[in-house]
């Protein structure tokens, strides 16, 4: 069964970078759009941006465009986010998920989540 596993966050300042990671074991990724999604204290979980198998379809939150950069290495089953001029409201956990068996645009399958802190 395929586990995800976020990694790289971490407290940054405002203007800041921060690179994410996603590693998936236990199965392949083959065919399978990610995507990321994050949560704020108090606020709905909500996407942030998806990439298709070969990446050459990403969709991203209109909040994070021309921001956030979402990438996959196929071979290493590995997918990226990197996050460029942040501001304190992108602060939330980061989740990793893919669309492992369906085939309706949802997600089944997810990581447990990388905490992402952005100071003023």
């Known amino acids: 069964q395929v586990q995800l596993l976020e990694s790289g966050g971490g407290l940054v300042q405002a203007g800041g970078s921060l690179r994410l990671s996603c590693a998936a074991s236990?199965?392949?990724?083959?065919?399978?759009?990610m995507g990321w999604f994050r949560q704020a204290p108090g606020k709905e979980r909500e996407f942030v941006a998806g990439?298709?198998?070969?990446?050459?379809?990403?969709h991203y939150a209109d909040s994070v465009k021309g921001r956030f950069t979402i990438s996959r290495d196929n071979v290493k089953n590995m997918v990226y986010l990197q996050m460029n001029s942040l501001k304190p409201e992108d602060t939330a956990v980061y989740y990793c998920?893919?669309?492992?068996?369906?085939?309706?645009?949802?997600?089944?399958?997810w990581g447990q989540g990388t905490q992402v802190t952005v100071s003023s």
């Open positions: 998920a893919a669309q492992l068996t369906t085939t309706n645009g949802e997600y089944d399958c």
């Open positions: 236990g199965g392949t990724l083959s065919n399978r759009y």
């Open positions: 990439i298709s198998y070969y990446g050459t379809i990403t």
